[in-house]
């Protein structure tokens, strides 16, 4: 069934470019027609073994998919080095800026690594303001906004997106390029340029079907599957994305400059080259899409005025920090909040690793233990019952979402869930 599954997904996104590519040509916009080409040439051009490890149809622990390098084979004394990452680490490790240590010398990201005559995908993305989905729309490198997200969200049906929670980011499936820098390493590692976000998408397939989880006397909606879409971005240390050209696949952490509206863009070279390039760079994240363990349940409604999102959220990060008492780290898991099978909101925990290890089917079956834990944390906490801190929901990886975790608002949805209110 899962190999039924993967063809018929390859043939869908076929179908969809090759639409892309007919409606192009009708227009004699030909440049773009020829962008979305390279772009389908790449999908039907991977590697059966890699499409079939990302989809869970093969084990990805015995075969090495999704790993992309930092190339600085035409820097001096780099010929020697292999620098490689998982995709979904890549984006963060290798991005555009990023410094790596090795062989006694920093080395620096300085683009993205392209193939003649393939295109590196792109998509456009949204976070639904509405009910907090994420949305996303195969793009090419031509598509303006206006040419995106023009129904409504299938969701809920708005067309509203949450503020400074959209735009689009390229897969870069082929590595990154980089050079020897002149500075050399420190003590300190060098600082990352920006950091990752996730988001729970869709299921792999048909839905799994809802079941209900008894929970002190309360009745949980929940969905549980191997094969749950989540996708991750790298927003740059500006989270307003990279400057990148799809032509020579040149990229900088550098924000965009503002330019008067008649105003020609700004020149760049071609990576390890003196020429110039006839491209223009754009705003761009970096991004990545890979299957996983997911857990989706339907808590109970928030008795307090919670400003919308804020209960969700709050009790998302709350049952994240329970996850260590029942042998979960923090680290190893994330979520996102989405809507469920009957179009209420629901929270999805996720296994955050590509390929899935199992940590949400073990918090599921100690589900009980994770909420006692969970309050323990939040209750214990000194903080005011208004705000969070980093002893209880608050951290590194929630940072973008740190106005919105309120204890009480956790303690309000956890305390029904053990019958004890609030």
């Known amino acids: 069934m899962w190999i039924r599954d993967r063809l018929a997904g390859a043939r869908a996104d076929r179908a969809e ?47 090495p998919v999704d790993v992309v390098d930092l190339d600085v084979s035409r820097s001096q004394n780099g010929t020697v080095l292999d620098l490689n990452r998982d995709l979904r680490l890549g984006i963060l490790e290798f991005a555009p800026g990023a410094k790596v240590v090795a062989a006694n010398r920093l080395w620096t990201s ?20 509405g ?7 195969l793009a090419d490198p031509g598509m303006t906004n206006n040419e995106s997200f023009v129904t409504p969200c299938e969701q ?8 400074g929670r959209r735009g689009r980011f390229v897969i870069p499936m082929f590595g990154f390029v980089g050079d020897g820098d002149r500075e050399r390493p420190g003590e300190t590692r060098p600082p990352r340029e920006g950091y990752l976000e996730t988001y729970f998408a869709e299921f792999d397939g048909p839905a799994p079907a809802v079941e209900v ?11 549980s599957s191997r094969r749950g879409w989540v996708t991750v971005f790298n927003r740059g240390r500006s989270r307003v994305g990279f400057m990148y050209c799809s032509t020579c696949g040149y990229a900088t952490d550098e924000p965009p400059r503002r330019t008067a509206k008649n105003a020609q863009p700004p020149k760049h070279t071609r990576p390890h080259s003196a020429k110039e390039c006839v491209g223009r ?16 349940l339907q808590l109970p409604e928030a008795q307090g005025a919670w400003k919308a999102g804020v209960a969700s959220m709050s009790t998302l990060h709350a049952l994240i920090a329970g996850a260590p008492a029942v042998g979960v780290t923090q680290n190893d898991i994330g979520g996102s909040l989405a809507v469920g099978a009957n179009g209420q909101p629901v929270i999805v925990l996720f296994d955050d690793v590509p390929g899935g290890a199992g940590h949400t089917r073990h918090l599921r079956d100690n589900l009980s233990q994770l ?9 214990g906490c000194s ?21 919105q975790l309120v204890r009480a608002a956790a303690l309000d949805v956890l305390g029904q869930l053990k019958g004890s209110g609030r």
């Open 110 to 129: 300085i683009g993205i690594k392209m193939l003649g005559g393939r295109q590196l995908p792109e998509w456009f993305w949204g976070i639904c303001g």
């Open 213 to 223: 989880v008894e929970l002190g006397g309360v009745p949980l909606l929940s969905r």
């Open 131 to 137: 009910c907090g989905t994420l949305r996303s729309q």
């Open 17 to 63: 470019l090759e639409a892309l590519e007919d409606e192009a040509s009708a227009n004699k916009n030909h440049g773009r027609a020829a962008s979305l080409a390279r772009t389908r040439r790449t999908f039907e051009q991977r590697r059966v073994i890699d499409q079939f490890a990302q989809r869970g149809v093969l084990p990805k622990y015995g075969f």
């Open 281 to 296: 760079a754009r705003p761009i994240d970096l991004g990545h899409r890979f299957i996983t363990n997911v857990l989706e």
């Open 383 to 403: 903080c005011g019952l208004d705000t969070s801190c980093y002893g209880c929901l608050r951290s590194f990886r929630n940072q973008r979402d740190h106005d």
């Open 371 to 379: 909420v006692d834990s969970a309050i323990e944390r939040v209750a």
């Open 156 to 163: 809920c049906g708005s067309d509203e997106f949450a503020q």
